[in-house]
């Protein structure tokens, strides 16, 4: 990985500052003050890569007073430009994190993030050939873990030196290797029990054979019995038929006897039918001389009420229109009743408006708005001081807020550095003396006190604002309650204006209508109107004389109608009966004729019935012995079919012994040739496994690793030091364990590397992991061409610092980058290029000089 450009925004003591471009630079130290933000730096490029830094929490990262923050870095990684985005945003409730992967193709930028953050962390990680865990081992110093790698268990330095070099692929294979030997031993098994199996199947052969042998004279035997039942039933086949054919027959005749009986029955009651109208028709002819007489007499009535008629129908319509005539009067009459009615109703009706005359009220109701109105706008002015108040009240409480978070972490910083009894900065990490201590505390109770002043003041503030607020609220709720009544007040004035308008105009209309009563009620009290209604009455009256109409003779001749008006219908009567009667009596005796063919006809079917039960008692006997013989050939023939049944299964089953030994064949081929394939894979697993193949590139690397770090161990202590990597010894049971413990020879003899400590030890870290840096970039795959160096130099003395820039200066050639990051004045001029952080109240700022 070769870094290309830097940018950032909101991160930790950034806000937006320039980007840092790392092309053209080879050999630069990372320089300013404490706490500026040179490690952030570092912190950046790991974070948006693998999403970790110091920090445990995302959040944390994030500028104070900020809500997000983001990350973006180009990088070089086989001849390929990438670039990586990292967001991250407190906003909702857990807050939100987005990572963009984006790859240079031709002259612009691909996506080729993966669907989640998880995977596209893999992602880089393949692409880097490079994890956290061995970055931070290797490739950088990081400020207080210059030791990770030699303090970690001789177990846990062989597992990191392992990832250096790639074994974890041969982990892989031993997996792989595993997987496919137990897959071939479940297979063999499930071989070998399933070649048992088929063995005690086989065995059961020669008892089958002798089943089937059984099996066949059986159904030989079944075969005999059912052509012999066979033949028996034969004689006796047509039997059943026979029978039916003679029941449907009896069935036949019996059905048309009781049919040709139901007609014999129908024709006796079409006799008398017959019978009764010929009765009927001789009553009525008896009585044919009265009837006609009477009829006559019904004719002559019937001529006179059609004259009288005639003029009461002409006396009906003067009536009618007379009746029209009285009431065109009656009308007229009622109209001027109901005018005259109207014109009282009208004139009362005025004078109730006029009595109720509102001004007075309305006068006092306007006095009352005028008022309202007043206390309306002081209201609405009470209102926008309220707004205003509240905001106020909102500000001083935000400012509460934060001036107890700042207050917080002063204390807190205070109080580490008044307690602590480290040399060292708890905040900056650099040598602090008691005066520096104390001049610091002093300075934080300082502006701890000011905090507490801003603080006391905001809350006094915010206390005054809350009393005024209570009391516009109790005057706003009093202004409320008085124009609660406000609307309709307004509209009872409302009211009251448009009653005074009516009192003026019931004034002018009351006067017009007395004037236009008196008219009308002189003009109804001298019957002054409908006179040529009574004309038209007078000339009806002369008509209706005229007529002669006398209503007695009318009367009397309905009288007569009535009395005569049944001669009309028995004229009818007599007239159809002296028609029907020749036709009644031919019908009569039709249907006798019928009634006497039916009964020859019903005795000769009866005497059929009495042949054809005799024939009957015959069959049915017959019938009963050929249902006994189907019966005995059903069961013989189910006794054939079970014995060929047990035959098939014989024969299955030996079918079933020839395919299963075939199967036998095939297994014991299979089995033989899976049992090679598991010594196969069980060699492969032991070679692929810890004490193979990887134990034997450990031990490959292990010298190159020594000469590498021994090399820069050597130039640091002019060749007083040389360290020597151990990876068996021996158990106190007897036997080796494997293990990678470092051992230090010095002028006082050779040591393990836990007993030196200071500079000394610090220079054995920075040797071993300057070595795996190197080994990485030779051996690894991951083309590792930048080396990060965030410490160590306040650790040594001037001539120790001198041989660390030597050292570096001397790998130099082996990296595309080396950074060197430190706050030591007299270190900066040995290095050509100086990345400087300077710390502003917009944030932190970083220049290349």
Not at 107 to 112: G, P, V
Not at 482 to 493: C, D, F, I, N, Y
Not at 499 to 521: C, K, N, P, T, W
Not at 617 to 622: D, I, P, V, Y
Request: charged letters at 35%.
């Amino acid at each position: 990985m070769k870094p290309i450009r830097l940018e950032l925004k909101n991160f930790l003591p950034y806000q937006v500052p320039d980007p840092l471009r790392f092309d053209g630079i080879h050999l630069a130290c990372l320089t300013g003050s404490n706490g500026a933000g040179k490690s952030s730096v570092l912190d950046a490029i790991t974070w948006v890569l693998w999403g970790v830094a110091r920090s445990k929490r995302d959040d944390e990262l994030i500028h104070q007073g900020q809500t997000e923050m983001h990350v973006q870095f180009d990088f070089e990684q086989d001849d390929v430009l990438y670039r990586v985005i990292r967001r991250r945003s407190k906003k909702g409730k857990t807050g939100s994190t987005e990572l963009t992967l984006l790859a240079m193709n031709g002259e612009q930028w691909n996506l080729i993030s993966e669907p989640s953050i998880r995977q596209t962390e893999k992602k880089i990680v393949d692409i880097l050939h490079l994890s956290y865990d061995t970055f931070i081992h290797s490739a950088f110093l990081q400020q207080g873990r210059a030791d990770a790698f030699t303090t970690r268990t001789p177990a846990e330095r062989k597992a990191i030196l392992g990832e250096i070099l790639g074994l974890e692929q041969w982990q892989k294979y031993e997996a792989a290797a595993k997987e496919r030997y137990n897959v071939l031993e479940r297979e063999v098994d499930l071989n070998r029990r399933e070649i048992e199996s088929i063995e005690a199947e086989l065995a059961k052969r020669p008892s089958l054979e002798a089943d089937k042998a059984l099996a066949e004279a059986s159904v030989r035997e079944a075969e005999a019995a059912l052509a012999l039942a066979q033949q028996r039933l034969d004689v006796v086949r047509d039997a059943p038929e026979a029978l039916r054919r003679a029941q449907t027959d009896r069935k036949d005749r019996v059905d048309r006897e009781l049919d040709l009986k139901r007609q014999q029955d129908e024709a006796e009651q079409e006799m008398a039918r017959w019978a009764g109208e010929i009765d009927a028709c001789q009553q009525i002819v008896g009585q044919r001389a009265d009837i006609e007489g009477g009829y006559e007499s019904l004719q002559s009535a019937r001529e006179a009420d059609r004259s009288l008629r005639d003029k009461l129908d002409a006396l009906t319509d003067i009536d009618r229109q007379r009746a029209d005539l009285n009431g065109q009067l009656t009308a007229a009459r009622a109209r001027l009743d109901s005018e005259i009615t109207r014109l009282e109703r009208s004139i009362d009706d005025q004078q109730a408006v006029i009595d109720a005359d509102p001004s007075a009220e309305l006068e006092s109701v306007q006095a009352e708005l005028s008022a309202l109105h007043e206390a309306e706008a002081r209201r609405e002015d009470m209102q926008r001081e309220e707004t205003l108040i509240r905001e106020e009240i909102a500000d001083r409480k935000a400012r509460l807020d934060t001036l107890e978070l700042d207050g917080g972490k002063l204390r807190k910083r205070r109080d580490t550095l008044a307690e602590t009894d480290d040399a060292n900065c708890p905040t900056c990490g650099q040598p602090l003396t008691p005066e520096h201590r104390a001049e610091m505390v002093g300075q934080l109770d300082g502006e701890l006190v000011a905090h507490r002043a801003e603080w006391v003041e905001a809350k006094a503030r915010a206390a005054e604002l809350d009393d005024r607020l209570k009391r516009h609220g109790r005057e706003l709720k009093k202004l409320t309650a008085t124009l609660a009544g406000m609307a309709k007040l307004q509209e009872r004035a409302g009211h009251l204006s448009a009653s005074a308008e009516a009192v003026a105009q019931a004034a002018s209309r009351q006067a017009e209508d007395a004037q236009q009563l008196d008219a009308l009620i002189t003009q109804r009290d001298t019957g002054d109107y409908g006179h040529d209604v009574r004309e038209a009455l007078a000339a009806l009256d002369a008509e209706a004389a005229a007529l002669g109409y006398d209503k007695g003779a009318h009367d009397a001749t309905r009288r007569t109608l009535d009395d005569y008006r049944q001669y009309e219908r028995l004229k009818v009567r007599l007239e159809s009966a002296l028609e029907q009667l020749p036709k009644f009596e031919q019908s009569r005796a039709n249907a006798e004729a019928r009634r006497d063919r039916l009964a020859t006809n019903i005795a000769a079917l009866a005497a059929e019935i009495e042949q054809i039960d005799i024939q009957l008692a015959g069959l049915e006997e017959r019938a009963r012995e050929y249902a006994e013989r189907e019966a005995e050939r059903r069961i013989q023939d189910n006794v054939r079919i079970q014995a060929t049944g047990r035959l098939a299964k014989i024969e299955q089953q030996l079918d079933t012994l020839d395919s299963r030994l075939e199967r036998r064949a095939y297994l014991d081929e299979k089995l033989a040739a899976d049992q090679h394939e598991m010594g196969l894979y069980a060699e492969l697993r032991t070679a692929f496994g810890r004490n193979g193949v990887p134990a034997m590139i450990i031990e490959s690397a292990i010298p190159e690793l020594e000469e590498l770090a021994n090399d820069l161990l050597r130039r640091m202590t002019e060749g007083r030091m040389a360290l020597r990597l151990i990876t068996q010894k021996d158990k106190v049971t007897g036997g080796v364990i494997e293990t990678l413990d470092i051992e230090i020879a010095d002028e006082l003899g050779t040591r393990s590397y836990e007993t030196f400590s200071g500079g000394e030890a610090f220079r054995i870290n920075f040797a071993l992991r300057v070595a795996l840096s190197k080994l990485l970039a030779r051996r690894a795959g991951a083309q590792l061409r930048t080396l990060f160096i965030d410490e160590g130099f306040g650790t040594q003395d001037e001539s120790g610092r001198a041989r660390l820039v030597e050292a570096i200066n001397a790998i130099q050639h082996e990296f595309d980058l080396i950074l060197v990051i430190t706050h030591i004045d007299d270190l900066r001029d040995s290095f050509p290029v100086h990345i400087v952080v300077d710390k502003t109240p917009t944030g932190s700022r970083i220049s290349i000089r």
